[in-house]
């Protein structure tokens, strides 16, 4: 018997892990094991992925389930825990949806199964540690209460250009710019001027019983000691053993209990070194968004905490095809991804960033450094006056891009504005269809309506289904 099922994974009273098991109508799987008759409603559950300007669209994720509870037999589950629990919602054995519980909500005569969005953890601030402010001067290096207490630890992620180290010990000048331990400082500088390296510590014990003669630096992990009062505006370049963009955005992901894709890691890598300084809290979703719309990507999340972090890119024919006698409705909203909806003809990059712009610098600074240093990212742009030409109100976009390297960038630019110059449309179609398709994945559209009679290949882009009228929203880009 065809039917929809529900399984969740809890534990009971005893914290004994148990599996829930929920159907639609009478169904025994495989293994016998037998599933309740309590489905109200399948589901209504929707999806979707961010691609920052590249899609006019914001990022979705939610999803219930309704059981009846009219007889009260599933009032038991009051004193089960199932949040940030697996949940799986199948059809005919074939799992539709894959998520993790929020929360069992309770009514007279129902139960709903809530669904977290599975990007929700990523949404609080990413871990940073504070300060204690328990120095004894001259010893220690958490500050003093009067100075730093509690305020957050600085993070490296990637590399930093010229960014402002915090104090840590007032008597001894050290400074901290990264609590991070893979933290590397390459420079320091006094007002612009480069600082001697005077070597590297072995300890923070030596750190802070060694003190560099003057006009030198010496630094251990994240941490430098300077010799003398700095004159002025004290700046650091620094940078983690692996400051590539794959090996961040996966440190980035592990840390709050996912993981990167393989073959994205290894693509991000290829862009190089990525600037990212935390002196504040960020959310982490924040922090893989900024990489994402870098390098004209896009952020998902798959079943199994598994991020997505890919080049979003033109679609491909595909066999799996939504056809005209499945549709219901369809509407085509843009034909272009600019602003009102029309190919764009201008992209500009922000790129190799700098923490502080400085005019406080020695007049012996070059003049290249202090042009460098008054200005706090570097500019690339990639335009088609064609697209203009034929569209006099074209879009434009501009993204804040973390990538260091200038070439890669202008590469970024000149294939952001090679995919979104052409038209690209914007597509929601009401399907009587159950199977879902895979977010970011290709699908063809085949219907004669708007042109697509001979097909035209989309991606998916998000999806709202109704599990219980078979109806399945989707939206669609191509």
């Known amino acids: 018997m065809t039917t929809w099922t529900l399984t969740i994974q809890a534990l009971d009273e005893e914290n004994t892990p148990q599996t829930l098991r929920f159907s639609q109508g009478i169904y025994l799987d495989a293994d016998d094991n037998f599933y309740d008759p309590r489905i109200l409603q399948p589901g209504l559950y929707e999806a979707g992925l961010y691609a920052g300007q590249l899609l006019q669209q914001s990022r979705s994720g939610y999803g219930e389930t309704t059981l009846v509870n009219a007889d009260g037999g599933l009032d038991y589950l009051a004193d089960y825990a199932v949040d940030g629990r697996e949940m799986v919602l199948a059809f005919d054995g074939v ?78 000048l050290i400074y901290q710019v990264s609590s991070l331990s893979d933290c590397t400082v390459t420079a320091v500088y006094d007002r612009g001027v480069a600082l001697d390296n005077g070597g590297t510590y072995t300890s923070l014990a030596q750190l802070q019983s060694t003190a560099p003669t003057p ?6 992990q994240g941490y430098i000691r300077i010799g003398v009062n700095a004159t002025g505006t004290l700046t650091v370049d620094a940078e983690q053993s692996d400051p590539r963009a794959g090996a961040v955005a996966q440190s980035l992901a592990v840390a709050r209990g996912y993981t990167l894709h393989e073959g994205d890691v290894a693509t991000l890598n290829n862009y190089g070194a990525v600037r990212l300084y935390l002196t504040t809290e960020t959310n982490t979703l924040e922090l893989l968004d900024r990489i994402a719309e870098s390098i004209g990507g896009f952020l998902t999340v798959q079943p199994g905490q598994q991020l997505r972090l890919g080049i979003w890119e033109a679609p491909e024919p595909t066999a799996d095809a939504i056809r005209d006698y499945a549709i219901e409705t369809i509407s085509r909203s843009a034909t272009g991804s600019g602003e009102g909806g029309l190919p ?52 434009e976009i501009t993204i804040k891009s973390v990538l260091a390297s200038y070439p890669q960038s202008q590469t970024v630019a000149e294939r952001i504005l090679a995919l979104l110059s052409v038209r690209r449309d914007t597509v929601n179609v009401e399907a009587m269809e159950a199977l879902l398709p895979t977010v970011s994945g290709n699908l063809t559209l085949i219907t004669p309506r708007h042109g697509y009679g001979a097909g035209r290949a989309m991606r998916v882009t998000g999806y709202r289904l109704n599990a219980q009228t078979d109806e399945l929203s989707l939206k669609l880009w191509g």
């Not at 005569?109 to 949404?123: A, I, N």
């Not at 006009?215 to 251990?220: D, K, Q, T, V």
């Not at 500009?348 to 450094?369: G, H, K, Y």
């Not at 064609?386 to 109100?393: A, G, K, N, Q």
Request: glycine share 6%.
């Open 95 to 172: 799992p539709q949806v894959t998520g993790t519980v929020a929360r069992l909500a309770f009514s007279d005569t129902e139960v709903s199964v809530v669904l977290r969005d599975p990007l929700e953890p990523l949404r609080s601030p990413h871990p940073m540690e504070t300060y204690a402010g328990d120095n004894v001067l001259p010893n220690g290096l958490e500050g003093t209460k009067d100075d730093i207490a509690g305020e957050p630890k600085p993070l490296v992620f990637g590399e930093v250009r010229n960014a402002q180290p915090v104090q840590v010990n007032t008597a001894l």
């Open 215 to 220: 006009g030198e630096f010496r630094a251990y």
């Open 344 to 395: 764009v003809w201008r992209v500009t990059l922000e790129c190799d960033r700098i923490e502080t712009v400085q005019p406080d610098l020695e007049s012996n600074v070059s003049e290249a450094r202090r042009a460098r240093l008054g200005q706090q990212t570097r500019r690339v742009v990639a335009t088609d006056q064609s697209v203009r030409d034929r569209h006099p109100l074209a879009g």
